[in-house]
């Protein structure tokens, strides 16, 4: 960031807890584009952002009487912002888990942006290379390929499928980490 704008924007904040009401004009207009940059790469969906942005301009007007001068009051701004930004993440998290759970999602909506696509597009690109490299037998066991067994699982068949799961996981787990 521009210091000469860092100075500036800390400087309106300082007037506006000082009980200045004529600087939140000029803190609005140079704050502004700051917060919605910052909360556009927090959550990479515009709208959401402008949503953030405006809620974390009347949180700092709410809040101002809370200002610690003597620290520096755009990390207090950019704090508030963060949380802003996780709390937005979690809000749309849930909406996205609640809407799945009711069934309201199917996989054509699942994936409503383009982002959500192309994710979507490399966690199965990254499976079927995971799975290029099972054996056989695994791809087998697990009904991925070949001809899928018919008549009732029996416990041994159940176990292979087990097994064939659990080393799966663990190639995956090997090539693209624990998560």
Known sequence: MDPNLRKAIQ????????G????MTPLVELLWPVLLSYAERGLRD???????????LFRISS???ELDTTRDPLSWAFG??????????KR???????????NMLDSDTAASSVEDALIEAEIHAAFAEALDQTSPDDAEHLGLRGAARGGPATPA???RRQRALDRLRNLWRSIYGQS
């Open 20 to 23: 200045d009401r004529s600087a």
């Open 157 to 159: 068949m159940r176990k």
């Open 80 to 89: 508030i912002a963060t949380f802003e930004i996780m709390s937005q993440r």
């Open 92 to 102: 749309l998290q849930r909406r996205r888990e609640r809407l799945v759970g009711e």
């Open 46 to 56: 515009p709208q959401a952002a402008e949503d953030v942005a405006q809620e974390v």
């Open 11 to 18: 400087s309106a904040i300082l007037r506006l807890a000082d």
């Open 63 to 65: 809040r101002i009487s």
